[in-house]
């Protein structure tokens, strides 16, 4: 086995099947013509007489699925337009009505919000629980729990679950385990070997790495991956030849940017701790950040997004903070190779209320110089808590 940089480089690349060129190429297209009634019927995958159509993928999708499978260390991978669609289709695959849901209380909240209204609206109840619950959720078992759905380190406040002791109390009642896996992205945590079922990514953050796609992907073991393909092709889920194209030359040069946003990332979170503006930093690297030994135990290193929690959530002081970094962009999504924040205030929160007050901002840090990006933070928090009397005096 390689080391996972030169895996990297070479997972999913066949330049023998084209022509010699490096990348595969992008192949555009939706009917597949057979050559005679023969190799028509041949063509029929476990009986499905519409298999041979571009919907189930040309070798662009295919090149990007083996190359994620490899990297996850999964047995097979579908693609999906976009993290959120990977994520919600990858719960439709497994629950029916009366089943029961276990989801991790610091979920991505758009998968929270797909499972408050659509799954609770099918007749599936969704439970959350604490992510510092570890071999504990054993309690929350029911012989109805179908799927514990679960995000580590999870969005916005960063605790590490102890996945091991998840999936060990979700197998004893026969439940899959799902994780997003987008933070620590296929680099830095091995989902596989810590026994989950299905890993997720939200392809459209450090995979395709430039903020010009989106794009998701659900890797199953063996055990899963029937019911997660069957699943993906009976909703009809598929990605653009283009957007894959991206996602695979993304791919090779992530092992390069992770390093340089795990050190960025590192290196601006213990300088913001110090920061007099500044109450909390949450960042799975950073010893006082729940789940940290979890993480030291369990993960190959750490990814550029983390939160910050302010002492104050002063409108004037938030405004002052945004309108004055230069080098940090407002906006969503992460991942990318530039820096960013995004005002989120107070997460939802249904098990595990935190009791700090204080305004809390996601930071992303980019691949830019880590001086500058410290100093520019640095320079607005200054600002941004200086009364506005002294400012003008
Ligand atoms: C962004 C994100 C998603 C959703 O990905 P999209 O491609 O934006 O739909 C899912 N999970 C996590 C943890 C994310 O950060």
Redesign the pocket.
Known sequence: MYDAATQFIHAGRTPDQFGGLVNTPIFRGSTILATSFDSWEASKVNGNPYSNYGRFGTPTTRSFEDAIAELEGGHGCCVFP????A?VHSLLAFVSTGDHVLMTDNI?G??RTFATNVLNRMGVEVEFFAPAMGSKIAELMRPNTRVVFT?SPG?LTFEVADLPALCEAAHSVGAFVLL?N??ASPLYFKPFEHGVDVSIQ?A??YIVGHSDA???TATANERAWELLKAGAHDFGQIASPDDLFLALRGLRTMPVRLQRHWTNGVALATSLSEHPAVSEVMHPALPNTPGHDLWKRDFLGASGLFGIRLKSSDSDVLRRLFDHLKLFGIGL??GGFESLVVPVGTPVRTCVKSPAQGYVIRVHAGLEHVDDLIADFTQALDIAIRSPQIAVA
């Open positions: 976009s993290g959120l669609s994520c991505y758009p998968t995000e969005s997003d987008t933070w939200a459209t953050k989106l794009l998701g999504s992460w």
